[in-house]
């Protein structure tokens, strides 16, 4: 069993979205994996699965808020500082892990997990909800 799992109740019935939404799901069962897994010291399944995250997280940020900002979604401004937020924390992280520092990576993962669960089941549902019934 995936530490992550897709379920439907995670859809905001938008496929590009729900399919990043996927994706992101993805790279945290791989970091968890990494973690989970990669016990040397220099964390190499680790830095690269943050890597990845970082790099994609951004991308993915990116799109949505370009779908938001099409279909002229009130609550825009809102959501981009919700995904500066912790698109300043994966950054942070990454940033110790490349230097060094001491990190918690298990406690990443499970912060990681819960991040994403809330944001795609409250937030994201609100800008999904108010696209769909544009689309009606």
Request: proline share 1%; glycine share 4%.
């Amino acid at each position: 069993m995936a530490f992550f799992e897709w379920t439907d109740e995670l859809s905001v019935g938008v496929e590009q979205m729900d399919l990043q939404h996927k994706k992101l799901i993805a790279i945290i069962n791989e970091f968890h994996n990494a973690v989970s897994i990669d016990k040397s010291k220099d964390q190499s399944a680790v830095k690269k699965a943050v890597e990845s995250l970082s790099d994609y997280v951004r991308t993915h940020f990116d799109d949505e808020e370009a779908l938001m900002q099409k279909h002229n979604f009130p609550k825009l401004d809102f959501h981009i500082q919700i995904h500066e937020r912790l698109a300043q924390k994966v950054n942070e992280y990454a940033t110790k892990l490349q230097t060094g520092q001491k990190v918690m990576n298990l406690d990443m993962a499970i912060f990681l997990k819960g991040w994403l669960e809330d944001h795609i089941g409250q937030t994201d549902k609100m800008y999904g909800d108010f696209i769909t019934g544009q689309q009606k």
